[in-house]
């Protein structure tokens, strides 16, 4: 039922700065980016999320605007990419800090990093991108990822 | 970085872990990358295929 796009289009000047990140979301400074490869912001009014708040996957509902942002308050990010991503030619709309399912410790440099994008893109699979080198993680992060049981679901964490 | 601290000399046990924490923390060039956070609470090191055939399917879309 989702009209695939094609293939990611990163253009490298493209992408927002994290500086940009920070000044439309509000929030830290950090990549958003949908199931698609794109970069994510929020959205303008002619790409409004359809669908109610049923949250019945597949169907656009589960999205919800908040404070000019549009979020999806279930697991179906990937799914709410597609839905909105067609109705905007360039730029995805969905929020999706406040579901998180992927966090990409990233450094722009690291050739690995770009190739697990690259997979992530092909699969579909949404997620943030944190320039870990700009903000370096606390040590408590530090030790939620080396022993996960410490770490709070992504969903839970504080923004900092 | 590695080398000016000496790490190649500090014990890979738990009583060093907050030791290596503090380095990564101070200078985060130190930390292995990329890092993949999984929302399921689990982390990994995605430098391989392997690595990351085992991220996609933890986070694949339930429609995919």
């Known amino acids: ?160 | 970085m590695a080398v000016a601290l000496g790490m190649a000399d500090w014990p890979r046990d738990d009583a060093t872990e907050p030791r290596w924490v503090e380095a990564m923390a101070a200078h985060p060039a130190l930390i292995q990358r990329p890092i993949l956070l999984l929302d399921d609470g689990s982390a990994l090191v995605a430098r391989t295929p392997e690595a990351l055939a085992e991220a996609v399917r933890r986070a694949a879309p339930d429609d995919a």
């Open chain 1, 1 to 160: 039922m989702f009209n695939d796009p094609g293939p990611p289009r990163i253009p490298p000047s493209g992408w927002p700065s994290p500086r940009d990140a920070e000044a439309h979301t509000g929030r830290p400074a950090e990549y958003l980016v949908d199931g698609w490869g794109h970069p994510a912001r929020p959205t303008a009014a002619r790409c409004s999320p359809r669908g109610g708040d049923s949250g019945r996957p597949g169907d656009g509902s589960g999205l919800q605007r908040a404070g000019g942002l549009v979020w999806s308050s279930s697991t179906t990010a990937s799914r709410a990419a597609r839905t909105t991503s067609r109705d905007c030619s360039v730029w995805s709309v969905v929020e999706i800090w406040d579901h998180v399912i992927m966090e990409i410790w990233h450094n722009p440099a690291c050739s690995k990093c770009a190739g697990a994008r690259a997979t992530l893109d092909e699969a579909r699979v949404p997620y943030r991108l944190r320039a870990y080198l700009d903000g370096a993680p606390s040590a408590t992060e530090l030790t939620g990822v080396l022993r996960p049981a410490r770490r709070p679901r992504l969903g839970d964490l504080p923004h900092r």
